[in-house]
């Protein structure tokens, strides 16, 4: 997620960044959700939050279909720290896109200077 949404759920974000999971591939339905996939890599924000904070957020109308997964985040710079990644319960239809939302989404990669292969891929 990114910082500036955070904020407007009133969920402060402590210590952003960049970081990714391997094994893991960003699909993206009307929802996005990351997938096991062996060797595929997916980026994003690794950001510390209280547990009252991850309530707030994942109660929220829409969002209460994502479920916590362990995952090891692996920081562009800094060491690797165990993590929380909610992840939906079912994984999107095949034929499910939401093309907005992967604009979106490129935009922020793009903003936070994540590799730009990795930004192109996002649809």
Do not use: W
Request: proline share 8%; net charge neutral.
């Amino acid at each position: 997620m990114d910082s500036d949404i955070l904020r407007e759920s009133n969920v402060t974000p402590f210590n952003p960044r960049r970081a990714y999971v391997d094994d893991f591939a960003l699909r993206i339905g009307q929802r996005a959700t990351l997938l096991p996939l062996a060797g595929a890599r997916a980026y994003g924000m690794l950001i510390a939050l209280t547990h009252s904070e991850l309530e707030q957020l994942y109660t929220a109308r829409g969002l209460d279909q994502y479920r916590p997964e362990a995952v090891l985040a692996r920081p562009l710079e800094g060491q690797s720290s165990p993590a929380l990644c909610y992840n939906l319960r079912e994984a999107p239809r095949p034929d499910e896109r939401n093309p907005d939302y992967a604009v979106r989404l490129r935009r922020v990669l793009s903003k936070l200077e994540f590799p730009a292969e990795y930004v192109a891929s996002v649809s």
